[in-house]
Structures are given as C-alpha cells and as structure tokens.
C-alpha cells in the first residue's frame, strides 16, 4: 500500500505560510509542518492526532461565512489534510474511507491540488480489494 500518496512533496510553502499569517491561519502553520514532518518519518499515529486537528480547524474556516468568501488557503489546508488523512485510512486498509476523504477535498475546493488528489483517487481505487 505505501506509494499511494504522491511523493514526499513538502506541500508546505512560504506562499502557502504567508497567505495563512494574511488570514488569520497563522497559528496552523507549525501544525501544519508538525505533520509533514510526521508525513515523512512515517509516524502515522502522530500524524493521525494532528490530521484530525487540521481537518477539524480547516473544516471550521470553510463553514465560516459564505463559501465564496472563504480565503483559498483554507481550502489548500483542508486539502493537504485530506491527503494526509487518506494515506492512514490507506494504511489502515480503510480504502472506502480513504476515497471518501479525497473526493471531499475535491468537492471542497483544491487550489492547486486537483491533479495530487485525482492521481491518489486513481490509485487507492486500484488497490482496493474487489467486492
């Protein structure tokens, strides 16, 4: 199952730093970096809490106002939260899950992130088992 989310892309950006400090997101970067680094050493349980207080926060900022109001970071965020939820749920052979997660961020809005969450889609429905 492991190659299922793209490469160890570092999705964290100065520009994607810069326009959370803009909007009031400043305080979701050092957890947002907190979990790529837990990304890449492999520590899913440590990535697991701090995913789920990404999509909780991110969720938040995307139900605060109107949807067209909400700044694209927020979306960005709540984008790379779902990648990194999916490759646990994949991990945890919870490969429905896992598509359920990608295919919101999609819905939800991906600046940016359209074609990481199609390719992870394509490939976490190859591996899943056939019914």
């Known amino acids: 199952d492991a190659g299922v989310g793209e490469d160890m892309t570092t999705f964290i950006t100065p520009l994607l730093e810069q326009d959370l400090i803009t909007f009031g997101g400043g305080s979701l970067i050092s957890l947002l970096k ?8 492999k520590d899913l349980k440590g990535l697991s809490s701090d995913v789920d207080e990404l999509m909780e926060v991110s969720w938040q900022m995307l139900h605060h106002g109107h949807w067209k109001d909400v700044p694209e970071v927020f979306r960005t965020v709540n984008a790379i939260s779902s990648i990194f939820k999916s490759e646990i749920e994949v991990e945890n052979r919870e490969y ?4 359920r997660t990608l295919d919101t961020a999609l819905v939800m809005g991906a600046p940016g992130l359209e074609d990481v969450l199609n390719s992870m889609i394509s490939k976490v429905a190859s591996i899943k088992p056939k019914e």
Do not use: G, W
């Open 34 to 41: 907190e979990a790529e680094e837990k990304r890449t050493n």
């Open 96 to 99: 429905d899950e896992a598509l």
